[in-house]
């Protein structure tokens, strides 16, 4: 389906050269026509002046055609009469046809006057004209003077008449010419008419061909892919349905085309439930910004916030009160930002904003105060009052960072250090939290090291019955022996690896150590011998934890009544579903439980009601201070008296003195570990103390090691 759109893709952007197509043709159309009228033009001219001469050389033939009839009555020249002949009575007859040549040579005169007007042509014209001007003027002489014989004018009238028909016969011989020459000339024009209609047939067809094959069916077919491209239900249409009204169906076509464009770049660019820019448009944001740095030396600052104890509201209220609270959040973190900020929402809680060009009334500092601030008011969700807070990490550029993950990476330096001050609050970044984090990464990297090489060494807290001394079950530790470093503390060890994700090969690791000393340990324990191991809330949220917690049982042949998984008030704290759940699971297996650190604030009585715990464990912290604060014994009392009264037993941590388990002791609790009882010691420790089985008070001279 991929591929398919796009093969309709390529081929709709690759007709899109149409226009440069028709551009082409129309041109090359527009050039051949062009020629063609040129040249079309050019051979009417021609004839046209043609027939302007010809018209010219017939006016002449016709004028000298008119002199010829006009001296034509006369007849054969009859000369002036002489002195005797005027003698004559009959003379005055005889000069009457005489005047009469006379005049009607002076009207031919007239005509040939008319010709020189518009231009002679032929030395003959000229020659017959001159004759007949010197015939005239002979003549009007002899009529001047009776007397005077007029011997030269017959051969004037003949060099006359000569000369008026060669000049006849040439312009017939002109006008012949020139009727061929323009029948040529119009028969060309006639043909060069043909080829223009040819031509512009031919361009018709061609430019219907390019229309029809080159704009209609790809503009059909454009309007087909982009209506696909827009979710249009309309079928594709075909050429015959675009074909009157393409355009239009493509304007159609691409509204609804930039109505998807517009969907597809909110999708891209913002987040859809809270309408904030998203992780893509809050990077392309932070580019700019850097870019404005480097040119313009802009400063800005970037933050990183998360909403604290939000989990705890997605999971006791539900995660569309969640939603709800991240939609008020956001509202609420609009309105303290300016047009040139930009704020963002990066995933789940975490939003971000870069402040650009930094105010002086409004620095970075103030605007995180404002933002924990608004976070700490109440939120009113579906009729629940829910307080949460916020907490803030700042870096500056360039003082931070000059890239855009080195900036983001040092604000969620800053957020964490925030977060581990307590929450609630802000905190810019500095280079020693940069330091810690590489030292925490060479830490990391050095766990998995001695994970994967068997680096950790699992010791026992003995647990022993406070009034018998008798040996009832042991606690694992996980100790570290850093090669470079020395003994890596328990405490930074276990939160080492629940920051790195590696609290579950840890814990694995635990569970099987302990069932194999478990194992081990079979022959020597009595019944109600346990193995305790201390649990992560990321553990419990396996979804086969139950099932993995089974065979870890299995492999080890170990009954899981043996087994007492430890878990602290903050995992009920969270109030998980799925923790809730996995612990019910393994308690169905027929594993104990217990609730460690009892009394440090996080849980409450309602936990202890709803999952079947076996085992309430006081925190070494009120034991320490048993002896000298009243307060504190008061405390163990309690602890004490809540864990008879849910009919669960009751052991003591952190015991170091004589005088704290003689007071444990009296407040009613049962079990009992620290120094004083036994150090941590190894599974060949623990078998030599359940081998001995001896009072508490020989337990160092016991498992010393041999």
Known sequence: MADGSRSARAGWLADLTVRQTLWTTTLVVTVVLGLIVAVAVATLTAVARHGDQLQLQQERLRTVQLVGHELAPAGAWVPWPTVDDRRDANAATLRAPLEDALERAERALGHLRRIDDAGLTLNEGYAYRDALLRWLEASAQARASPDLEMAGTAEAFAAFRGALDRYERQLAAIIDTLKRSRAERAQIALWLTILMAVSSLVAVIGAGWVYEYRIARPLAQLVATTRGQADDP??????????????????????????????????????????????????????????????????????????????????????????????????????????????????????????????????????????????????????????????????????DGIDADTLLRHADLALYEAKAQGRDGWRFFTPAMNDAVVERRALELDLRHALETNGIQFLFQPKFALRSGRLVGVETLARWQHPERGPIPTDRLIALAEGTGLIEPLGAKALAAALRAAARWRPLTAADFTVGVNLSVRQLRRGRFADDVAAALERADVAPGHLVLEIDESVLAEDDPTVLTALHDVTSLGVRLALDDFGTGYASLRHLHRLPFDELKVDRSFVREVTSSADAAAIVRAIVAVGRALDLTVTAEGIETEAQRELVMQAGATFGQGFLLSPPIDADGVARLLTAAVPTVDIQRLIAPR
């Open 234 to 399: 309309a079928p594709p249409l075909a050429v015959t349905q675009v074909r009157c009204n393409e355009l239009e169906h493509l304007r159609n076509a691409f509204d609804a085309l930039q109505g998807r464009v517009e969907r597809l770049h909110r999708q891209a660019y913002l987040d859809p439930l809270t309408g904030l820019a998203n992780r893509s448009a809050f990077l392309q944001r932070l580019a700019q910004a850097l870019d404005a740095e480097r040119r313009h030396r802009r400063r800005f600052a970037v933050l990183l916030l998360d909403l604290d104890h939000f989990k705890q509201v997605n999971d006791s209220l539900g995660h569309a009160v969640g939603d709800q609270l991240l939609i008020e959040m956001a509202a609420r973190l609009q309105r303290g930002m300016r047009p040139s900020d930009t704020l963002a929402r990066l995933g789940g809680d975490e939003f971000a904003i870069v402040q650009a060009d930094l105010p002086s009334d409004l620095p970075p500092e103030r605007m995180a105060e404002r933002i924990v601030e608004a976070a700490g008011l109440a939120f009113d969700l579906d009729g629940h009052a829910v307080f949460v807070g916020a907490s803030v990490g700042i870096a500056l550029c360039p003082d």
